[in-house]
């Protein structure tokens, strides 16, 4: 039973425009979000997160929205750049674990 | 910091033979983190530890699968006797209490 959910497998976006990467969660417990970005062969590295108190967070060209009501999020990436290209992981977790529950990852292309 | 080191970064192995991953933690980091990815169930939580002692080890599938944590720079995933399903890459990761996970570059078994 996936916990966290990302419908899409991949996505391609020209080099300038807004990627948008989606992620849907059933467990209404979790209160903390997280997006990893990985490149081939390397770990995961982490991205940004948002806490269930806050409905965007921003950090620079990246921006994670939390909408709890539809329990889903999502990562806009504006502009998209060709190094932006790497499989981007959603996680969710609960105040007072520390197990993250992850996604299946979208594989992102930005091309040049 | 060197980071996350994993060894040995690739494993084949045949079918019913035993696997040990191994895993050093960043210096200073008290929890301890197993993971494995598929293309089905994207990063799964295997086990993790604190401060050397296993905390949650619900993720780990079978009796087949054993971690160990003999001190703070050095863990252990085995799999004894190994199958063709138990192929995936396998990441182990660190983090201190309040910080986000650091991932090693993980270990890419194939059993045959």
């Known amino acids: 039973d996936q916990q966290v959910k990302q419908n899409s497998p991949s996505l391609s976006v020209q080099e300038g425009r807004i990627s948008i990467l989606n992620c849907d969660y059933t467990?209404?417990?979790?209160?903390?979000f997280l997006w990893y970005k990985k490149y081939p062969a390397e770990g995961p590295t982490f991205l940004i997160s948002i806490s269930s108190i806050k409905d965007k967070n921003e950090d620079g060209r990246f921006t994670v929205f939390l909408n709890k009501s539809a329990k889903h999020l999502s990562l806009h990436i504006v502009p998209s750049q060709p190094g932006d290209s790497a499989v981007y992981f959603c996680a969710a977790s609960t105040s007072g674990t520390y197990k993250y529950i992850f996604g299946t990852g979208t594989r992102l292309k930005v091309l040049a | 910091d060197a980071g996350v080191i994993q060894s040995p970064r690739h494993e084949v192995t045949e079918m019913g033979q035993e696997v040990t991953l191994r895993c050093k933690p960043i210096s200073g980091h008290d929890y301890l983190f197993w993971y494995r990815q598929t293309m089905m169930r994207g990063l799964e939580l295997l086990i993790y530890?604190?401060?050397?002692?296993?905390?949650?080890d619900s993720g780990m599938p079978e009796d087949r699968f054993s971690a160990k944590m003999p001190n703070a720079s050095f863990s252990t995933l085995k799999i004894q006797p190994s199958e063709p399903r138990d192929s995936a890459v396998y990441f182990c990761?660190?983090?201190?209490?309040?910080?986000?996970?650091?991932f090693g570059p993980g270990t890419r078994l194939t059993v045959l």
């Open positions: 990761a660190s983090s201190l209490m309040t910080s986000s996970r650091f």
């Open positions: 530890f604190n401060n050397n002692v296993p905390i949650d």
């Open positions: 467990n209404s417990m979790f209160d903390y």
